[in-house]
């Protein structure tokens, strides 16, 4: 083999938001500038917001796949390291690099790798200073899709997870791309919310997420709207599809935050077992498997810890 190049497939996510399909573009091509040879691919095909995204800044969605071991022996990850949210055979492939902002958990190798990871709103925001770093410049349509996913994972500033570094990525990055980040910015949150279209199946399958807590699998889906009472007309619809998938996929307890992007507030409902396990985390009472969670909009800071506690 010797100096032959190795392609590597660069990706997200399963279930990818923006920030998973842009930050495997944007690594991907940060690492293709620095000698490697990768493709950036997808998990899953993208979101509605995504696809806002893609079609403003004229960028093709990436090819989905569903296992990596028959094309590649290497792969790089963004956006994400645990196993269960990752590609099916993830094990038959060696992981060279990790780029991430959330907990690690369920992550192991068996080879020394290049892990980066910070406590920042979004992936985009880190490999924006792995382009300074490198002293690789932004194209101007990169710029775009990174400043999409910083505001699509901070919502526009008012996720508690924002830092000051996702910030001034978004300012630099606007700056770079020509665009007015605020009045982009709402566009494009509103346009991830148009769920009319969305079957009940799609709408809890659509960023959604699995965890293990306490020997359970817990599955936490979120649905971003401007109308929380629209999607709660939908109820017996919704859960039926959670009661559904619970069995089918063996999940233990499910919780779908349906959050108010406008004013950052949340209705949990609440489908599965341990309940009380729920009302402990977030001290309420569930009233018909329902609580309101005001002021809460991150399933990775203000959802995820306190349930993990509980348990």
Not at 141 to 168: E, N, R, Y
Request: aromatic letters at 6%.
């Amino acid at each position: 083999m010797g100096d032959l190049l190795m392609k590597e497939l660069v990706f997200g996510h399963k279930n990818p938001d923006t920030d998973a399909i842009v930050a495997a573009k944007a690594f991907s091509y940060l690492e293709n500038q620095l000698g490697a040879e990768t493709e950036a691919v997808a998990l899953g095909t993208p979101n509605e917001e995504t696809k806002f995204v893609l079609a403003h800044f004229e960028e093709p969605a990436p090819r989905v796949v569903e296992k990596v071991a028959p094309e590649v022996e290497a792969v790089m990850l963004v956006d994400h390291n645990e196993a269960q949210q990752s590609v099916a055979d993830l094990k038959d492939v060696t992981v060279t690099h990790v780029v991430d902002h959330h907990r690690i958990a369920n992550f192991e190798t068996s080879l020394p790798l290049y892990y980066h990871a910070e406590p920042v709103g979004c992936t985009s925001t880190i490999i924006s200073k792995l382009f300074k770093q490198n002293r690789v410049e932004i194209p101007a349509k990169l710029a775009g899709l990174m400043l999409s996913a910083i505001i699509s994972d901070t919502l526009l500033f008012k996720s508690p997870t924002t830092t000051d570094d996702d910030k001034v990525a978004v300012k630099e990055l606007a700056g770079i791309a020509k665009v007015d980040y605020q009045q982009y910015g709402l566009e494009m949150l509103k346009a991830g919310t148009n769920l009319g279209s969305k079957s009940e199946k799609e709408l809890i399958d659509a960023d959604a997420k699995s965890f293990e807590m306490g020997g359970k699998t817990i599955r936490i889906d979120q649905i971003n709207t401007v109308d929380i009472d629209e999607v709660f007309a939908r109820e017996t619809a919704l859960r039926a599809a959670i009661s559904e998938e619970n069995q089918a996929e063996g999940y233990d307890l499910f919780l779908l935050m349906v959050t108010n992007i406008l004013n950052s507030d949340t209705r949990l409902l609440v489908v599965g077992e341990p309940q009380d396990v729920v009302e402990k985390a977030f001290d309420i009472q569930l009233k018909d498997n329902k609580a309101e969670l005001p002021g809460v909009v991150s399933r990775k800071k203000q959802v995820v810890p306190p349930l993990e506690k509980a348990f």
